[in-house]
């Protein structure tokens, strides 16, 4: 995951907390298992749109439903 992604993990991770927080345990005495387990559910439904996003790229350029202007040719010429 790259560091704009963990940006928007843990701004929405807050955001759910914040909405929550009358929902939290107050029994425990820290909140830290109560927002992991807020950032695992946020994390996986990221990854799953991630997903999602790549497999629809994929879809589109087997189709040829893409236009680069030549770059992304460019850039595998450089690379490789």
């Given at each position: 995951m790259g560091s704009d992604a963990a940006?928007?993990?843990?701004?929405e991770?807050?955001?759910?907390?914040?909405?929550?927080?009358?929902?939290d345990?107050?029994?425990w005495e820290?909140?830290?298992?109560w927002l992991r387990g807020i950032a695992s559910r946020v994390v996986k439904k990221h990854r799953a749109q991630?997903?999602?996003?790549?497999?629809?790229f994929q879809?589109?350029?087997?189709?040829?439903?893409?236009a680069s202007d030549?770059?992304?040719d460019s850039a595998a010429a450089r690379t490789g």
């Open positions: 940006d928007d993990v843990l701004s991770t807050m955001l759910v907390a914040i909405r929550r927080r009358r929902d345990d107050h029994a820290s909140a830290r298992p991630e997903a999602a996003q790549w497999r629809s879809s589109s350029a087997a189709q040829g439903d893409h030549g770059a992304i």
